[in-house]
């Protein structure tokens, strides 16, 4: 069984880990012990666990999985030159990691929360000889797509990477509408995961507008609903939204 060495022990480390446990032997570099006993724990399967200081990466499979904040800090305290590093870090330039870390190749993802149910869209950028490598790895966490360009991912993480927390507001907001009306809570969020669930299919098929389209009956409740989300800005917000991220992912 090949090996995954994770640097870095939080969410999105362990959300991969839990995709990846069933194909890959894992091992995962955290500052405290107790930390990484706490991982193993979640993960339910037993793990190498090493501290940072000192950790020598040599030719390793590296899942970097830390703040981007945090580049310089770590980078000073790991020893040998890895085979390749794959980033899951925000905005974190190829350059910036090169000139951080010392590895052979370096590949940039940027998954997602639904990593923990294997149904993450990953995107992916960088040394092109990894990119079979990358779609099979990351793909193990959900599905995946190689782009081009830096930029590209930049723009991506701020439509995936970001977007359950978009989605989740979304999701919360509408339920508190059905409450303000009346429903039960109980009832409003039972209701509302079953349409995320049932959406989260068509959407597969069906493009947006036709899908829009096939719900709205002429002078009834969709269209006087949608007038309110149109009249909230909603469209432009969502597009700001993606803008703002976008501009962040280039500022870290
Ligand atoms: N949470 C999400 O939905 C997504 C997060 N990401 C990226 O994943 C990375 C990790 O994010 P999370 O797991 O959510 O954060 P987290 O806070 O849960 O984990 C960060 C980990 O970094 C390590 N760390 C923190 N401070 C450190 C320091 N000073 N020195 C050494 N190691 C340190 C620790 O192992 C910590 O557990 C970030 O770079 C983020 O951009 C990417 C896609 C989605
Ligand atoms: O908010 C962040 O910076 C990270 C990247 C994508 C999701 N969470």
Sequence with gaps: MKTITFIGNGNMALSIAQGLKKNYKIEVVGR????????????????????????????????????????????KLLQGQARVIFSVLAGTSLEKLRTNFNTQAVVRTMPNLAASVNRSMTTLTGDINFQEEAKELLGAIGSTRW???????????????????????????????????????????????????????????????LLKDGVMSPGGTTAAGYGALEDGNVRSACMDAIEQAYKRAKEL
Excluded: W
């Design 32 to 75: 405290s012990l107790e930390k990484l006993k706490k991982f193993e724990e979640k993960l339910g399967v037993e793990i190498e666990k090493h501290i940072m200081d000192g950790f020598h990466m040599q030719d390793k499979t590296v899942l970097l999985c830390v703040k981007p904040a945090n580049v310089q800090e770590v980078s």
């Design 147 to 209: 782009l081009s360009s830096e930029k590209e991912i930049d723009i991506a993480t701020g439509l995936a990477g970001s977007g359950p927390a978009y989605l989740a507001l979304i999701a919360e907001a509408l339920t508190d509408g059905a409450v303000k009306q009346g429903l039960k809570r109980d009832d409003a969020m039972a209701i509302m995961r079953g349409l995320f669930g049932g959406f989260g299919e068509l959407i597969q098929d069906i493009h947006p507008a």
